[in-house]
């Protein structure tokens, strides 16, 4: 199951996804080391969700294959999942139940031990355990994004996806973000976002790749130096071509 | 013993939305009440004609309910985008699927708690027996396998609320003509010999619909 590729967090081949008509991912190749923060960068309708909603294994690809961490996520679905946390746009919570009986549920479902305390731990982290007997409907979008990062963070993952964290954040609690990936980056973990707050994640990243038209359009392993070289291909592209994906 | 305790704990936690929301329940036995009351209305209830033609009431009754319960069940899932969150886990897409039947059962079971007892003060026939509850137990069973799966098939497409049941009831025919036979046979007082064959055939459709919806509820899950 793990091959010579497991240094790689993500190594995508040839990668295609179409909606209907529609080409999102025109084969797109990708490498991405363990032990980064990889922004993805795009504008609208790059493929910057559709990857990820991919890495997370909600989209299937037309053709083309994915490995993460060695494993190929056709072939080893839950094991992928089981190292993988992901904040999807939607924080994907049960709006009638509260923060703690969501987090309880999802802990069951990843099969985690000593609930109480790591529900307590990470709720500290995400600056939520006031909130944790709310129920999400009561909460706003901030919060609600904020029990959707202590969902993902629970299991410890090796992988974190992050689909725009920052929106709905308050400035403090995008700090706090940044925090949990510095973090992260120090445990030899990897974060893979997107975002359209394009100066301030090639501060946080150590690698930015800009996807076009559903190929990787420009990659840089420095994005703090090569700022102006990746704002440029970001915003290069047709504004009239825009989409949602 | 991992994976009946998560299909434990999406059942478990469907049951408390509903106990919160009361959605599903309410309308599924609201709905076969009302069928019910209907049929006392249009049919001259004797005693002949109560065990003629009560069993076929009641399992309409229940059968068509039960569509409204399972629209509702899934497409909750759906509008929290919590389907997702479910398909994030690291369990495979068989165990999301037999926890979600789980709750349809459940949602189903209650309704018929209610109904059933209302059923027989309605149609005056006695039905608190052993034989009952294997047909109840069986029926929904069957219901919720089959619902599940087509409540997932057609939560996505926008004329759901009638896509269901022209997916649904073609389907359990089989299933809905066994329960309303074996209903007949206990009522008119026969051994559960004579409904053997039906209870029989009730058992098959189970096995069969768990394991082939299971199996295809994995392939429609994703884009």
């Given at each position: 199951m793990v091959s010579q590729?497991?240094?790689?967090?993500?190594?995508?081949?040839?990668?295609?996804?179409?909606?209907?008509?529609?080409a999102v991912l025109r084969g797109l190749n990708l490498e991405l080391p363990t032990g980064e923060v990889t922004v993805l960068l795009g504008t609208n309708g790059a493929g910057k969700s559709t990857l990820l909603r991919i890495l997370?294994?909600?989209?299937?690809?037309?053709s083309g294959s994915i490995s993460m961490?060695?494993?190929?996520?056709?072939?080893?679905?839950?094991?992928?999942r089981s190292f993988t946390g992901s904040v999807?746009?939607?924080?994907m919570l049960y709006g009638d139940m509260s923060v703690r009986e969501n987090l309880m549920f999802f802990a069951e479902l990843y099969r985690l031990e000593n609930v109480d305390y790591l529900i307590a731990t990470i709720t500290a982290k995400v600056g939520i355990e006031p909130r944790l007997d709310h129920r999400i409907r009561t909460l706003s979008h901030g919060f609600q994004k904020r029990v959707a990062l202590a969902r993902a963070l629970m299991h410890a993952p090796q992988l974190l996806l992050l689909d725009?964290?920052?929106?709905?954040?308050?400035?403090?609690?995008?700090?706090?973000?940044?925090q949990i990936i510095d973090e992260y980056r120090s445990q030899g973990r990897t974060v893979i976002m997107t975002t359209h707050i394009v100066e301030h994640a090639l501060e946080i990243a150590d690698r930015a790749v800009v996807l076009n038209n559903g190929t990787v359009g420009l990659t840089s392993t420095?994005?703090?130096?090569d700022k102006a070289e990746i704002i440029a291909a970001y915003t290069s592209r047709d504004e009239s071509e825009e989409g949602s994906y | 013993m991992g994976s009946l305790s998560i299909i434990w704990a999406i059942g478990r936690k469907d049951l408390l939305l509903e106990i919160r929301n009361k959605d599903v329940v309410v309308a599924v036995a609201g709905f076969a009440l009302l069928v019910l009351v209907i049929f006392t209305f249009a049919i001259d209830l004797n005693q002949d004609n109560a065990k003629l033609v009560g069993p076929g009431v009641l399992w309409a009754g229940i059968a068509f309910a039960g569509v409204t319960g399972l629209n509702r069940a899934f497409a909750l899932e759906v509008e929290g985008d919590t389907l997702e969150a479910l398909?994030?886990?690291p369990i495979s897409r068989d165990l999301i699927y037999l926890g979600k039947a789980l709750g349809n059962f459940l949602f189903i079971a209650i309704a018929q708690i209610i109904v059933i007892p209302v059923f027989a003060v309605l149609f005056n026939l006695v039905v608190f027996r052993w034989e009952m509850l294997a047909i109840v137990l069986l029926t929904t069973i069957g219901f919720s396998a089959v619902g599940t799966l087509f409540a997932a098939m057609s939560v996505r497409v926008r004329a759901r609320e009638v896509m269901l049941p022209l997916l649904f009831l073609p389907v359990v025919t089989p299933l809905l003509m066994a329960a309303v036979e074996s209903t007949s046979h206990m009522v008119y007082g026969r051994s559960w010999?004579?409904?053997?064959?039906?209870?029989?055939?009730?058992?098959?459709?189970?096995?069969a619909f768990v394991v082939i919806s299971a199996f295809i509820f994995q392939h429609i899950l994703e884009d």
């Open positions: 590729a497991t240094q790689l967090a993500v190594k995508a081949e040839a990668v295609v996804k179409n909606f209907g008509e529609t997370a294994m909600l989209t299937q690809v037309d961490r060695g494993a190929d996520i056709a072939q080893h679905g839950p094991t992928v999807l746009h939607s924080p725009e964290p920052e929106s709905g954040l308050d400035s403090r609690s995008v700090a706090r973000l940044d420095n994005p703090s130096q | 398909m994030l886990a010999s004579d409904m053997a064959q039906w209870l029989q055939l009730a058992v098959a459709f189970d096995v």
